[in-house]
């Protein structure tokens, strides 16, 4: 067997000891580079190898995203109180 040639989804599964309904779901993933050939897939031998060894990235899993940077502003004295900057105001007691 030529070693370029590219493998069908059975002689993957043979190959891998895995049923061939893996290899497809593998390759659905994202997790098994392959090409579309007609109705079925086609895996080079080498993408084959680095995927047995786990080298191979999550090709359609969503990146993770960062939390949002929350922007400082600056705000008035007080104004990080629950009910406003005037709550504060009318809660100090008078000077009389």
């Known amino acids: 067997m030529d070693s370029q040639r590219p493998l069908t989804v059975a002689e ?4 891998a000891w895995l049923s061939p309904d893996v ?8 997790r098994l580079p392959a ?3 007609g ?3 086609r895996v080079h031998p080498k993408h084959l190898a680095a ?4 080298l ?8 993770a995203r ?8 600056e705000q008035p004295a007080g104004s990080d109180h ?3 900057p005037a709550a504060i105001e009318r809660s100090k007691p008078s000077a009389d």
């Not at 290899?23 to 994202?30: S, T, Y």
């Not at 995927?51 to 786990?54: A, L």
Request: proline share 10%.
């Open 12 to 15: 993957v599964a043979r190959l």
């Open 23 to 30: 290899v497809r779901r593998q390759i659905g993933l994202g």
């Open 35 to 37: 090409r579309r050939c």
């Open 39 to 41: 109705r079925d897939w």
């Open 51 to 54: 995927w047995q060894r786990g």
């Open 56 to 63: 191979c990235v999550l090709r359609r899993q969503p990146a």
């Open 66 to 73: 960062p939390a949002p940077v929350e922007q400082e502003t």
């Open 82 to 84: 629950p009910k406003g």
